[in-house]
């Protein structure tokens, strides 16, 4: 079958591609500048506690060496020690990463339902005041910072009306036992502002595509038979945009997940995001490269997904012959 | 009452620019068969989408086009969409781009009959089935769940022409329907059109810049130039007593037997020269 072949071949690309990225995650964390046992030790330890250091870390021993024994670790979920605080370092990711998770996995749907109507009008009505304006509020959108949208917000929904938080985080299940209020209402300023900018550059996307579509033949065909112009659109529209809309929400949910940690600064919530830049101020690789290469491997399980969705949607890339 | 009524039509796209249709009047009367002749450029689609109500937004139009005596110029979406596909068809000239390529074959044919009828999922593909049988498809039951992408450009025509057929309309308006198309599947699909068209006992307006397949499908003939009509009459007239030079032009140009062989081959502006603008 040409679907078996093609997830296939699609899982080899992303394991090849995975260890590819382990080298590169690794080399360029190694060409980090200052050396992580003069910097915890501060510059009053003598270079014989220094040393002590390096060899209890295993910094003397050679790259290659430390590369295979880290990859090792990867393959058994071992991603090493901090060394700062000793910890393991999926102990340090995992709360952060579910911090972060729950931010992106409550924007990105959100964003995706709150673009396809907005880029629908928006293509439709590209000749009239409602697509102008629709088109306008997106440029405004995708061109606004999202610090930026996100201080805006809390000075008007925290300072002057107080009606939310204006940061901080509250876990669902914390110990004042299950609290969706405090959860939600922690979380609904830091969503928005990922929300506004997201949906505003899909929505432009889905716009572009929509249009796009709008000039096929077969758009004409479905209207001859007696669709009417927005249900031709919608029956026969909407699938062929969604091949060229999902290859951008792909890219935006990496994106978004970079967006989370300027979002998670302004809003100070303990996400991935803070803990990457405390790890990489004080030098603590092993953090680094974990988070990197955490990151690494959602990046490349969203671009396999979305090559399976593309298959799923175009029967073209489903058959042999095709074209 | 004529089936399809067309009086000073005007199309435009855009301020200023020269109208793509010029006071176009004709008449369709139930049954007959018009055809439509001209370069590419000369109004003929412009027209054809006009009578649909498809043509784009910027296009603005004046003039009357009544069907069966509805007025079609300014009427709503909806109104529209109840007539196409049931009363008014149309097939369009580029069979490659002319389906969805994510929907399989057999249920663009069910849309027509889902949009105007009420009809059960197995009746329904029963009379899918039938009519691409009917057009002349080799093993419908398979065609119906293939993709427009598994076909090739006639078997897609023909896909286009059951769409067009399904309901048994009374004016089927075919813009170029066999242009696109491989010369021995032309002569396939013209006959094949001409049966249905006779079956069905449907008018035509039957859009073409050739002048043999217009002589084969038609009784009556308009020749545009500009967008503006400069002749027509029956076809027989037409083709031997020809009055507008353009269309002496067009004859001589498409009667290659009667070229003297080693000599230029005949062209339109050796006739007509005012055309070329």
């Known amino acids: 079958m040409a679907v078996a072949q093609t997830i296939v071949r699609r899982v080899g690309v992303f394991v090849l591609s995975l260890l590819g990225a382990t080298v590169v995650v690794f080399l360029i964390v190694q060409a980090l500048p ?30 290659w060496a430390r590369y295979v024994s880290w990859l090792g670790g990867l393959f058994q979920g071992d991603l090493g020690q901090s ?31 709150a673009s396809v109507p907005t880029g629908l009008v928006a293509a439709m009505w590209r000749r009239r005041w409602q697509g102008v304006v629709t088109s306008a509020l997106s440029q405004i959108g995708m061109a606004a910072p999202i610090f930026f949208v996100g201080i805006v917000l809390v ?16 876990p669902l299940l914390g110990p004042a036992g299950f609290d969706l209020a405090g959860w939600g209402s922690h979380l ?23 249009v796009e579509v709008l000039a096929e033949d077969y758009l004409r065909t479905a209207r001859a038979v007696g669709w009417t112009k927005w249900r031709a659109l919608v029956r026969h529209g909407l699938r062929n945009a969604a091949l060229s809309i999902v290859t951008v929400i792909a890219l935006q949910i990496s994106a978004m997940l970079v967006g989370a940690i300027i979002v998670e600064q302004v809003f100070a919530l303990p996400g991935l995001g803070s803990l990457l830049l405390q790890a990489v101020a004080s030098r603590d690789l092993p953090v680094v490269r974990g988070i990197a290469i955490l990151l690494v ?9 979305a090559d399976l969705v593309y298959v799923l949607i175009d029967p073209r890339l489903r058959s042999r012959e095709a074209q | 009452m004529s089936l399809l009524e067309v009086n000073h039509l005007n199309v435009w796209f855009g301020r200023g620019r020269r109208p793509a249709v010029r006071d176009l009047s004709f008449t369709i009367e139930p049954g007959q068969r018009l055809g439509l002749i001209g370069q590419s450029g000369s109004g003929k689609s412009v027209t054809a989408l006009a009578v649909m109500g498809l ?27 109840q007539l196409r596909g049931r009363d008014l068809t149309m097939v369009f000239q580029e069979p490659m781009t002319a389906l969805d390529p994510t929907m399989k074959v057999g249920r663009q044919v069910a849309e027509v009959i889902r949009l105007h009828e009420e009809s059960s999922g197995r009746e329904t593909r029963r009379r899918v089935i039938e009519m691409l049988d009917r057009v002349g498809l080799p093993n419908p039951g398979r065609i119906t769940d293939a993709f427009p992408h598994q076909l090739s450009g006639g078997q897609r025509q023909r896909v286009v022409l059951a769409m067009a057929l399904m309901l048994g309309p009374r004016l089927i308006i075919a813009d170029e329907p066999t242009t696109a198309l491989d010369v021995t599947v032309q002569a396939q699909v013209l006959e094949l059109l001409d049966a249905q068209l006779a079956a069905h006992q449907a008018a035509c307006l039957f859009i073409s810049h050739d002048l043999a397949v217009v002589a084969r499908v038609c009784q009556q003939v308009m020749v545009m130039l500009d967008g503006a009509v400069v002749e027509s009459g029956p076809v027989r007239q037409v083709l031997s007593q020809p009055v507008h030079p353009y269309t002496q032009g067009l004859i001589a140009t498409a009667r290659l037997d009667l070229a003297t062989p080693g000599a230029r081959l005949p062209t339109v502006e050796d006739f007509y020269a005012g055309g070329q603008r």
């Open chain 1, 188 to 210: 609904v300023l830091p969503v928005a502002s990922l929300v506004i900018v997201q949906a505003s550059l899909l929505s432009r996307y889905v716009r572009n595509g929509f």
């Open chain 1, 297 to 305: 491997v959602v990046v490349l399980a969203i671009s396999l997904v």
């Open chain 1, 83 to 113: 060394y700062l605080t000793g910890q393991s370092v999926s102990g340090q990711i995992g709360p952060r990463l579910a911090v972060t998770c729950q931010l992106v996995g409550l924007s990105m749907p959100i964003a995706v339902l």
């Open chain 1, 34 to 63: 200052g050396d992580v046992a003069q910097a915890t030790l501060g510059m009053a330890a003598t270079p014989e506690q220094v040393e002590a250091l390096r060899e209890r870390w295993g910094l003397n021993r050679p790259a």
């Open chain 1, 155 to 170: 000075v008007v929904f925290a300072v002057r009306l107080n009606w939310l938080p204006a940061n901080g985080y509250n």
């Open chain 2, 55 to 81: 043509l784009a937004e910027n296009a603005q139009v004046t003039g009357s086009v009544r069907f069966d005596g509805r007025r079609l110029l300014g009427a709503k979406e909806a109104e529209l969409a």
